[in-house]
């Protein structure tokens, strides 16, 4: 059983701090990366159900200065080993370095990747045979759904990292996600059982 129509794959969009590994307040050591319990689980419904798995990430810690755009690529490899280990493959992961309101250079700007602007998401459609249709969004702040709905894709908001204080002051402006899930698991489950997945 796959999420396959007519040739393109569906895809989970997956925020990562906060949603797969745990919230820190720009994270600048390895050693601080540490997945959310179950989120193996949760991708392992997801990658079973054949979504691709895309994580999309702002880091404007790089153009705070906190940290370099290599240490974002070093950070996501580290993540996708450990994920690995527990039989979890990411396809790819895509990150906005950009802020614009901080940083010098070209890295302050008003960008077209930032969530919830829609770069990253059309950069991973170009590089994957994407069927937005049939996608989601998992995150954990309201940019994630305000993403999802400027792509016309379907959100499912974690209460894990910045969710719990999110929906205590859920922006009136915008519309309610899709799905409400206490953890990446808990989302993944509700997904794959839209899908036709009994788990």
């Known amino acids: 059983m796959g999420?396959?129509?007519?040739?393109?794959?569906?895809?989970?969009?997956?925020?990562?701090?906060?949603?797969?590994?745990?919230?820190?307040?720009?994270?600048?050591?390895?050693?601080?990366?540490?997945?959310?319990?179950?989120?193996?689980e949760g991708l392992k419904i997801l990658q079973d159900t054949e979504y691709l798995l895309v994580v999309i990430t702002n880091q404007s810690g790089v153009a705070r200065g906190y940290f370099t755009e290599d240490f974002v690529k070093e950070t996501n490899?580290?993540?996708?080993?450990?994920?690995?280990?527990?039989g979890v493959f990411i396809d790819a992961f895509y990150y906005c370095p950009h802020h614009p309101d901080y940083g010098v250079g070209a890295y302050r700007q008003d960008c077209e990747c930032r969530k919830p602007?829609?770069?990253?998401?059309?950069?991973?459609?170009?590089d994957f045979c994407i069927d937005l249709s049939e996608s989601?969004?998992?995150g954990d702040n309201d940019p994630d759904i305000r993403m999802a709905i400027n792509a016309h894709i379907k959100s499912a908001l974690v209460k894990t990292g910045y969710g719990e204080e999110v929906l205590l002051n859920y922006p009136e402006d915008l519309k309610a996600p899709d799905i409400i899930a206490n953890d990446i698991y808990h989302a993944a489950k509700l997904i794959a059982s839209r899908n036709g997945e009994n788990r």
């Open 3 to 40: 999420v396959v129509v007519d040739g393109k794959r569906a895809a989970v969009f997956l925020d990562r701090d906060g949603t797969i590994i745990e919230l820190k307040n720009y994270l600048r050591s390895f050693d601080e990366i540490k997945l959310i319990p179950h989120a193996a």
């Open 77 to 86: 490899d580290r993540i996708s080993e450990l994920f690995a280990e527990q």
């Open 117 to 126: 602007k829609m770069g990253m998401i059309k950069k991973a459609v170009s």
């Open 136 to 138: 989601w969004i998992i």
